[in-house]
Nanobody, 121 residues
Framework: VQLQASGGGSVQAGDSLELSCAAS????????MGWFRQGQGKEREFVAG????????YYTASVKGRFTISRDNSKNTVALQMNSLKPEDTAVYYC???????????????WGQGTLVTVSS
């Protein structure tokens, strides 16, 4: 599986943005998917994860209630809907895939390239 993230951009605080990650290759629906982010000068951190069938989702505390992760196994895509964006959400966002659920630790079998999200106040 190879991952291609898109949808980043520059927005104002309070705006919304949706990131998308397209997977190529086989067995997409065998992977849990997740989003991670890395701000400038910061360590990479977990943002959201979703199990292979979408049955369970996980979020870091700072984005709960604002971000929603979803997947469409028929299209091999995973999305991250980000609402009420804050300047502290500014980061490079990475999609990732793993055979195990992605719920918090920063690890994954497969990483996509990042897409930059900039939120100005």
């Amino acid at each position: 599986v190879q991952l291609q993230a898109s949808g980043g951009g520059s927005v104002q605080a309070g705006d919304s943005l949706e990131l998308s990650c397209a997977a190529s290759g086989q067995s997409f629906n065998r992977y849990s998917m997740g989003w991670f982010r890395q701000g400038q000068g910061k360590e990479r951190e977990f943002v959201a994860g979703i199990t292979w069938n979408g049955g369970e989702t996980y979020y870091t505390a700072s984005v709960k209630g604002r971000f929603t992760i979803s997947r469409d196994n028929s299209k091999n895509t995973v999305a991250l809907q980000m609402n009420s964006l804050k300047p502290e959400d500014t980061a490079v966002y990475y999609c990732a895939a793993d055979r195990q659920r992605l719920w918090g630790p920063v690890r994954a079998d497969i990483w996509g390239q990042g897409t930059l999200v900039t939120v100005s106040s």
